[in-house]
């Protein structure tokens, strides 16, 4: 793809009072919606039932890496240096068992969709997950990835954004609470890329775990002092001038054309009341866990219910007590067993049982996954695993999945794929179908240069192909 350059606007959206106007207006919130489709059509067109049974999508991101022979996919009879300190439970699912710590995720494995041979080439947390959220592997290096450009391929909710934005009134994608950068930098994969800034993510910011949790970046409210809305609208002017400077006028006039749908979306009653975690019981939010994971699975869900239709949940490296959340080069038994699976395990419990008491989840397409796994061969000085893209374990619940199975088998160490191997390309094209869009078709960018949306196909078994 030809270079579309970067801008030092783009670099800046992010900071509070930018995001707070700049996010509204650069998302295509006004874009019509897609017509859905009803099964008997989706048969007669040539498309099986799951194409576009989910209405929305919500991923639980484990950033860094999860050990899979600590978690989806032990392996009891390898050696004592391969397979851990974890004993085995039997799951939902006859013959399939997780490791002892996920008792409340195997519940649903009648419901889920275990992929266990996940692999792709690049070895680093910033190109592994630029590979997950796009379908496509990064060109650049190590270095290079830390730094977004508008010629980079869009993630998933950004293409969602633009082809199928649904009703709102919240935002069509959204990352709670923040993006996964480092220091100095901003990864990219984790935006609209080249699709412009019309369709970045709305990024909530703060803390979800704080009790008076009402959004940090975007306060949402339906009142707010006229001072205060016309700094706001002050701050579009900027960017406006900021974007028509460097040659940008599509992005400039998105947001002046998005100027009303923002309001709207600020004094929406259901954004309001979604994004208010402060008026929820303790009780209520304790079922979710009381740490950030906890509450920003609390959180993507709501916003789901307020009209957003992908939203992804990021494990955040400062959950972990020893810094680097599931990167766990060391104490790796000791990180999964206290800190690191415990709460994805109560998050996912509660997430799934909302969802399925509630009816949603047929509609809803619950996606757990990860940049990479861990190395087999345990780290013996330092009880670590390192890390490993050729093997590792996602999992599918949900709208558009046929539950109940697992796909692919990896081998007696869980190194290498053994039979049925999957790339990342294959598992955004499975979420773009579940989701109503045609993995095979293209998009364009600002320039209206045709992008394939993916080079993979759907797992064919998990979406009824």
């Not at 979604?274 to 304790?286: F, P, T, Y």
């Not at 558009?400 to 191997?421: C, E, L, R, T, W």
């Amino acid at each position: 793809m030809p270079f579309i350059p970067n801008d030092s606007t783009c670099a800046g959206w992010d900071r509070r009072e930018v995001i707070r106007v700049g996010g509204l207006g650069l998302l295509g919130l006004g874009l019509p919606s897609l017509t859905a489709l009803s099964s008997e059509s989706k048969k007669s067109l040539g498309k099986p039932a799951s194409f576009g049974k989910a209405k929305n999508c919500i991923i639980l991101y484990l950033s860094g890496g999860p050990a899979q022979l600590d978690t989806f996919d032990p392996k009891p009879d390898a050696p004592e240096d391969i397979r851990g300190e974890f004993k085995t439970i039997q799951t939902s699912l006859s013959g399939v068992r997780f490791s002892e710590l996920l008792p409340n995720a195997a519940k649903w494995m009648h419901k889920s969709a275990l992929v266990r041979t996940m692999f792709h080439d690049h070895n680093d947390h910033g190109r592994g997950s630029y590979s997950m959220f796009t379908g496509y592997q990064y060109p650049g290096s190590v270095p290079d990835v830390n730094s977004m450009s508008r010629a980079d391929m869009p993630h998933m909710g950004s293409v969602l954004a633009k082809l199928a934005p649904g009703k709102g009134p919240m935002f069509p994608f959204a990352i709670v609470p923040h993006r996964m950068d480092v220091a100095g930098g901003r990864r990219a994969g984790q935006f609209a890329g080249a699709l412009g800034g019309k369709y970045d993510p709305l990024l909530t910011g703060g803390n979800p775990n704080d009790n008076d949790f009402k959004l940090d970046h975007i306060p949402l409210a339906a009142s707010l002092e006229s001072s205060v809305m016309k700094r706001r609208l002050s701050l579009v002017d900027q960017l406006n001038a900021q974007t028509s400077q460097l040659n940008e006028l599509a992005m400039s006039q998105a947001i002046k054309d998005n100027q009303a749908r923002a309001l709207d979306v600020l004094s929406s009653p259901a954004v309001k009341k979604a994004v208010d975690l402060s008026a929820i019981s303790k009780e209520e939010r304790e079922r979710y866990g009381r740490n950030l994971f906890g509450q920003s699975v609390m959180l993507g869900k709501r916003l789901l219910d307020s009209g957003a239709r992908l939203v992804q949940c990021n494990w955040q490296r400062a959950q972990g007590s020893n810094g680097f959340a599931w990167d766990t080069h060391w104490n790796n038994f000791s990180a999964h067993k206290e800190e690191l699976v415990p709460p994805f395990d109560k998050a996912f419990h509660a997430l799934m049982t909302d969802l399925d008491k509630s009816g949603q989840l047929d509609e809803t397409l619950v996606v757990v996954a990860a940049e990479f796994g861990r190395s087999p061969k345990i780290t013996r000085s330092n009880a670590g695993r390192e890390h490993w893209p050729e093997c590792y374990s996602v999992l599918f619940s949900g709208g558009g999945i046929k539950g109940g199975q697992v796909y692919g088998q990896s081998d007696k160490n869980a190194a290498y794929p053994a039979i049925n191997p999957v790339t990342p390309a294959d598992f955004t094209a499975t979420i773009y179908h579940c989701l109503g869009i045609d993995p095979s078709g293209e998009t364009h960018d600002q320039m209206d240069r045709p992008i394939a949306l993916s080079k993979g196909a759907p797992i064919a078994p998990l979406v009824g192909l």
